[in-house]
């Protein structure tokens, strides 16, 4: 069975979710999205996803049009007969914005990445607007390109500063003994998982820091990890070639909680 | 009749030059491009863009496919009847890359923007890759709408050190007595059009000089003006709306040479 997309409310094969390259909304690439999980037909934290989406469209003002999200997604559910994926949202903004629903198979990782940690390179960089969801993604593009060269799973970006502030589609967390550093909100995307880690640590006992850890901090030996929508919480185990120690029960104790959630 | 476009090659009709939401590529803007002027049915310039779409590619790390341009850009004028044009090349990379050519009328300005100067606004933010025409323009696009906003024919980009480095699609000079001032050539995009104009400035006597002007020069009286393939050079009249000094000959010396050296 072919696959179907949104777009703007229609349903329409997959194959035509196109955009004119003449447009200069696309050209300059004026656009927000959103990747949602479908968790047996159950749409995860869609009003999470939908109030960033809101608000990533905002800061660049972009005008959303009003859409019944809930309904549009549910006649693609329908259509292809869904019961687990992920989904992207995509809107281009400008005169005659066009939005877009399409999906893909659920991203799930091995069970080894959880039980081993995955590795991660570092990248010099700073995102445009961070804290917004736009599709301005070369950078983030280059830094995963790299860090795939270099075998690993994710980049983290690093700021003129030194600090590690966020992975390209994750955030980025350190433990120091019962305290969970992270960055500041300002610096990084509002990842709708990170909202679930965050509670997740003060459900365990941690004490939430915003601050950035930095580069030296890297290699002190504290139990590291990444979270997005499709990882949950992802124990890091190594950075730029160099072993990492890692806690990876610890890490497990957010992965299970933020599951958890996602049900609820 | 309707315009044609070129996709890998193939003359198409330029509603279908479109490309799917669903790729990566097209979704992290991995891509780069060139805007040319067609004048009388020839192509200004072809050798300095291409060399510069070659330059932006191997920056990103993007593969071009090998394609005959003049072949392709000449099948378009001639399917079209065009004689004036301003034609774009984009390509997109990853495993298939998808190379454009698309084209819009000639873009050009009234001659009283020549003769009284335009009116540009000042903007906070830094290109990502600036000497790259990548397709990563948010910044940029949304530099220019805050211009149109205060109605501004451009904007400036100001970098963290509140150096004016260049336009959002224009590079910038000042006229200091018998200098130019003009950005550093690893902080902008090394324009077509401004290879001609420090070309030019040496022919009209003046020593160039790679320092950009501070955000504080911008009000000291000296003569400033910006230049792109479309504008050859424009003066600048008006800086965040303030009334700016400007010799108005002095920048139409360039502009002469720059439009003379096209026909070339």
């Known amino acids: 069975m072919s696959r179907h997309a949104i777009e703007n409310g229609s349903l329409i094969p997959e194959t035509e979710a196109r955009v004119p390259v003449t447009l200069r909304e696309v050209q300059s690439n004026f656009s927000v999205y959103e990747a949602l999980r479908v968790v047996r037909r159950h749409i995860v934290h869609l009003d999470d996803h939908l109030a960033r989406l809101e608000y990533s469209a905002s800061q660049i003002g972009l005008v959303l049009p009003h859409c019944p999200w809930q309904e549009w997604i549910d006649r693609l559910i329908e259509a292809d007969g869904l019961v687990d994926a992920t989904m992207r949202i995509l809107v281009y903004g400008g005169p005659t914005p066009m939005v877009f629903i399409t999906w893909q198979e659920l991203l799930s990782y091995p069970d080894d990445y959880y039980r081993k940690g995955v590795a991660v390179t570092t990248y010099h960089g ?64 509002g990842g709708v998982t990170r909202i679930s880690v965050l509670r997740a640590a003060r459900e365990l006992g941690y004490e939430v820091v915003k601050e950035a850890p930095s580069l030296d901090d890297l290699s002190k030996g504290m139990t590291m990890f990444i ?15 160099r072993t990492a120690e890692c806690d990876i029960e610890a890490v497990l104790s957010f992965t299970r909680l933020v599951r958890q959630w996602e049900c609820d």
Not at 148 to 175: C, I, P, Q, W
């Open 126 to 189: 700073e995102r445009f607007l961070p804290t917004c969801k736009t599709s301005n993604l070369l950078l983030s593009y280059l830094a995963l390109e790299d860090a795939h060269r270099r075998n690993a799973f994710e980049a983290l970006l690093v700021d003129r500063n030194g600090k590690v502030l966020e992975g390209t589609r994750s955030n980025f967390y350190m433990l120091d003994g019962r305290k969970l550093l992270t960055a500041p909100d300002e610096l990084v995307l």
């Open 227 to 241: 979270s997005s929508t499709s990882m949950a919480a992802m124990p890091v185990s190594n950075v730029d070639g």
